[in-house]
């Protein structure tokens, strides 16, 4: 095949520079994954990846709400089995004083006395429960959460002392500060007991007595239910942050750039890019030679 020498065609100049435009194309797409550490950052790279990718990444923001419903309702456990505690010790102190109060020997005033001492601890009672809330929810007083355990609607379950099947009405809450009513003894909701109950004698402080003790019953059975919850919402979170890692995982290895394989492309397609070079400058050099044929 006969070589063409013409000033107007220089077909050797025009491979040369559309061989160096791919080169410049690669380079700038090695030195686009290595600054921004993604194969596939936009879904032009690969639009069926970046769309799986992108799915994931809501995913994750999604379990992100998650996380932090289980942190409101952890909180929440924390703070009534906080409150549960000291009330469990006011309730013992109560049983003590019912006791005492069905001794049939007992005068009038020492009948006052443990009066005042019951009206004392159930104003007690009252604070504690008040002031076991966390944003809103008491769930000393009845009150429930409804934690998120995943993304879908229906991904939920309920704290609270009394939550459905566990088989308490657990609640303490008081209409005035010498009187609890609806629940002393959690359940008895027509009850009002105060410190006239042990000063009206031994067979009224010996009902008074038995409320106590299913108080107590009860307030354990109820903090019971509270920590279990408590686990539950503690494995979630856990599971949760594990799912999170994983998803993550998933999406990078779906877009992240191996980082080794493009710093060996970054010096392959520089020393192209310079040979490149030099064999443009060869090809459009030779348009020159044809002077030397006149």
Known sequence: MSVLNSVNTNTGAAIALNNLNTINRELATTQNRIATGLEVATARDN?????IAQNQRSEVQAFDAVSRSLDRGSAAVDVSLAGGEQLGTLLNDLREVALEATDETLTDDARANLEASVDNLVGQINSFIGNSDFNGVNLLAGGTFTARTGTGSTDTFEIGAGAAGAGVDFRLQATTAAAIAGGLAFGEDTATVSGADAAAGAAAAATFLGQIETSITNLNQGLGNIG???NRVDSQIAFNESLVASLNAGIGSL???DLAQESA???A???QQQL???AFGIANSSAS???GFF
Do not use: M, R, Y
Not at 47 to 51: K, S, T
């Open 47 to 51: 639009g069926a990846i970046f769309a």
């Open 228 to 230: 279990a919850a408590g």
């Open 255 to 257: 877009v992240d750039a």
């Open 265 to 267: 492309n970054l010096t």
């Open 269 to 271: 397609l520089q020393t």
């Open 276 to 278: 490149g070079l030099a």
């Open 289 to 291: 030679s044809i002077l």
